[in-house]
């Protein structure tokens, strides 16, 4: 006998639930990040993931269940007690880790692809882009994302801010 779970209706789907973080103890058990909301439930292994990670990376953060199942909203990790900012501050960075391009060393085009040289907060770094302006995000006037073939991000925080080399490079591919 086979089961198949029924797709949720249009209200259960648009439902939100918004978490109170006086509620919520997060902890940790050996790397896996687990939650407890008092009175209510416990999850043995949670991930957070930023619904606007460019506009409010700290703010409306969803928490969901190992089989990516959401458990609610968090509206704000300044709310939660100082372990649980820690915790999902944790979670965050592990989850969105993006080097921030300081210097671009050398950018070589090839068959359509661009292979960088560059020198991030998190050391040397070589990648490859392909179709920039696909790969390529302006979230304000000055920064740039960029996204590598593996899915990877590089983060130009401020094009001005770099070195008249660097900014020539990327200017000649932006």
Known sequence: MSTTQSPLSLL???ELRYLESAKLHFFRAGATLRLTIADEMSCLSVSVVRLFPL????????????DNK???VLRDAAELDAQGR???GEELERRYLVPVIQRVIAVKERFGTLDWQVQTD?????????NLRENMAQPSPNRY??????????????????????RS??????
């Open 12 to 14: 259960e789907a648009s």
């Open 70 to 72: 959401e458990v609610g």
């Open 86 to 88: 820690q915790l999902v």
């Open 122 to 130: 998190r050391g040397e770094r070589k990648f490859t882009t392909r």
């Open 145 to 166: 994302l960029l996204t590598d073939v593996d899915g990877n991000r590089y983060d130009v925080l401020n094009l001005n801010a770099l070195d008249s080399t660097s």
């Open 55 to 66: 506009s409010e990376p700290q703010r409306y953060l969803s928490v969901r269940t190992s």
């Open 169 to 174: 490079h990327l200017m000649r591919h932006l």
